[in-house]
């Protein structure tokens, strides 16, 4: 079964960071563009960042550029998202994304993390 499944969400003062995790399985990870996307309470959700299937291209929000970053480990099956200096804003439930690369449309969402910035 395809599974992706996020932790190391939180509680966290401003300024203070914190490491997601995205850890998957029942598929082809090193083939699936990996995004990080969030959703706060009454917004959309937002694209926050993305790593292609590689590793070799990355890209992030505005809003986030120069404070987060995202990673992965193909071995482990596993997606990262490194955020430091967080701010309040940054207040949400983050979601992993997979995405192929072979033009089928086939994606995959986990169930969430739940990241609080506040003092």
């Known amino acids: 079964q395809v599974q992706l499944v996020e932790s190391g969400g939180g509680l966290v003062q401003p300024g203070g960071s914190l490491r997601l995790s995205c850890a998957a399985s029942?598929?082809?990870?090193?083939?699936?563009?990996l995004n990080w996307y969030r959703q706060a309470p009454g917004k959309e959700r937002e694209l926050v960042a993305t790593?292609?299937?590689?590793?070799?291209?990355?890209n992030y929000a505005d809003s986030v550029k120069g404070r987060f970053t995202i990673s992965r480990d193909n071995a482990k099956n596993t997606v990262y998202l490194q955020m430091n200096s967080l701010k309040p804003e940054d207040t949400a439930v983050y979601y992993c994304?997979?995405?192929?690369?072979?033009?089928?449309?086939?994606?995959?969402w986990g169930k969430g993390t739940l990241v609080t910035v506040s003092s």
């Open positions: 790593i292609t299937s590689a590793g070799g291209y990355t």
């Open positions: 029942g598929f082809t990870f090193s083939m699936y563009t």
């Open positions: 994304n997979a995405v192929s690369t072979d033009y089928s449309g086939r994606n995959y």
